[in-house]
């Protein structure tokens, strides 16, 4: 498709925008006036007593244009223009679309941290008022946000100034998913550099267990995620949590999760190594219990497998374990879903992470690039609505929330917890409210300045092979953790 922009500079909010409705389609952006099959017209034109904002829409024979009008006031506030810019535009797709996606004109990935900016600003009624009525956020969705908004707060109340996050990234996998946009290698293709891989990773972890000493931090929660750790054998699997319980103070640690994703990846001699290095939270996710779902989206295990190793982590107490879902998977339908759902509420995980599908450029499901979202959309979003009643009436409460760009109806993925499960981890991660120091390739360090909402990032390389090859470059990036602390800190250098 192609989206003129005409007088304006919010062309990548707008282009956003447009995603939520042809989430498949090339965007061609320009400033040119031209013509396409699907094209989107936006316009700000200056006029004596203030700004004409124009929106067009034509797709195939559907064509239709709408304008309005800001006086001078109005107009000096560039972020009203690009509201008002979207919610025409946002008028103009779901008219066409016949569908209202429940979130809006947003695009944003922390819509609970906005309605809390929002509420800090304007007071609890005027900020959900705002939320509601100005960025056309449904009363459901924002009733969730305002839920899980109260619920992620009681876990930043636990943040201290010196507390931090230590993130571990294992980026292999026992093969690839059809839908999957991490940076992650199956294993097929990488088991040769997994050892050497370990070896750098551990003297990564030392290495950012001196700088954070250095700097007094104090070490909150633990997260081994990224990919499916559990690819790691039992032996490797100890050497790392050997390597990180002996270089950091674990006794301030709350948590100490592990991503034991993949069903297929979990053995008796895996969980016993998790067990003995301290591990409090795995995740086992089955993503769906429909087998041949399973098998359309190339997860190669069966829900059997998942059954089974949720059982066996039950026999070596672990009590703590989250279990993911996907909404929107190809080839499911919303009984399907209904039925996965209901039986994983069953087997009463002490949390359930309800995602929905994220199409990025980089998976490998095949759409009709010409499709509006709003078949799939309208099932994903029943889905997601029957999970929030099931979850809510069985105890569950949401407690952390996020969006991705190119969601299916333009949903969301929200954390549920049985109450004193929630995961800390998410929270920060999300909220962006702690330093998190993370090891491994395709990892980001981000430092938070504790006076401040300023964050600087440092970045691990992104594959494996990198990672090796340039590992010294990766130890010299680590020691900036220090000189940004000082310069937030004041510290002269
Ligand atoms: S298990 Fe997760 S990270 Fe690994 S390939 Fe599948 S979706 Fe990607």
Not at 17 to 28: A, V
Not at 188 to 213: G, R, S
Request: some cysteine; overall charge negative.
């Amino acid at each position: 498709m192609t989206l003129i922009i005409d007088g304006h500079s919010f062309h990548y909010e707008i282009e956003n925008l447009c995603r939520i409705f042809f989430p498949y389609q090339q965007i061609k952006v320009t400033t040119e006036l031209c013509e396409d099959n699907i094209l989107a017209y936006t316009g700000v034109k200056t006029q004596p007593e203030g700004l004409l904002i124009t929106a067009r829409l034509k797709v195939d024979s559907y064509q239709k244009e709408i304008s309005c009008f800001l006086n001078q006031q109005e107009s000096a506030d560039i972020k009203e223009q690009k509201r008002r810019m979207e919610i025409l535009l946002f008028e103009l797709f779901t008219d066409y679309c016949g569908f209202t996606p429940k979130w809006g004109i947003l695009t944003g990935v922390r819509p609970v941290k906005l309605l809390r900016s929002l509420i800090a600003r304007m007071g609890e009624e005027q900020g959900m008022d705002y939320f509601k009525t100005q960025l056309l956020v449904s009363n459901e969705k924002a009733d969730l946000s305002f839920i899980t908004m109260h619920n992620e707060e009681k876990i930043l109340s636990t943040l201290t100034p010196d507390s931090f996050s230590l993130y571990i990234s294992i980026p292999f996998c026992p093969s690839r998913c059809s839908y999957c946009s991490f940076v992650s290698s199956s294993v097929e293709k990488t088991i040769n550099l997994i050892p050497k891989y370990l070896e750098l990773l551990c003297k990564e972890i030392q290495h950012t267990a001196k700088v954070a000493a250095g700097l007094n931090l104090r070490l909150q929660s633990v997260y081994i995620g990224g990919g499916t750790p559990t690819t790691l054998s039992a032996e490797q699997l100890r050497i790392l949590l050997d390597t990180i319980s002996g270089c950091f103070n674990l006794s301030s640690c709350c948590e100490f999760t592990v991503e034991a994703g993949r069903p297929d990846t979990i053995t008796s001699e895996k969980l016993i190594a998790l067990k003995r290095g301290g591990v409090t939270r795995i995740s086992i996710n089955p993503q769906t219990l429909n087998d041949s779902v399973l098998k359309t989206i190339g997860r190669r295990h069966t829900t059997a497998q998942t059954l089974s190793a949720y059982a066996m982590a039950r026999e070596y107490d672990f009590d703590n374990i989250n279990m993911d879902l996907i909404v929107g998977l190809p080839g499911d339908t919303v009984e399907s879903f209904i039925s996965t759902l209901n039986r994983v509420i069953a087997l009463s995980p002490e949390s359930i992470t309800v995602h929905t599908l994220s199409l990025k450029r980089s998976a490998r499901i095949f759409q009709d690039e010409n499709e509006p979202f709003s078949k799939d959309a309208k099932a994903a979003d029943q889905m997601l609505d029957y999970a929030d009643d099931q979850l809510l009436q069985n105890g569950y409460v949401p407690y952390y929330l996020y969006r991705q760009s190119r969601m299916v109806g333009n949903l969301e993925n929200t954390g549920w917890a049985k109450p004193g499960f929630e995961s800390p981890y998410n929270v920060f991660i999300m909220d962006e409210t702690q330093t998190i120091l993370a090891c491994g390739a395709g990892a980001a360090s981000k430092i938070k300045d504790p006076n401040s909402d300023c964050i600087e990032r440092i970045f691990d390389f992104k594959y494996p092979y990198e990672y090796i090859n340039r590992f010294e470059e990766m130890i010299i990036r680590k020691d900036q953790v220090k000189a940004i602390y000082d310069k937030f800190c004041g510290v002269p250098k």
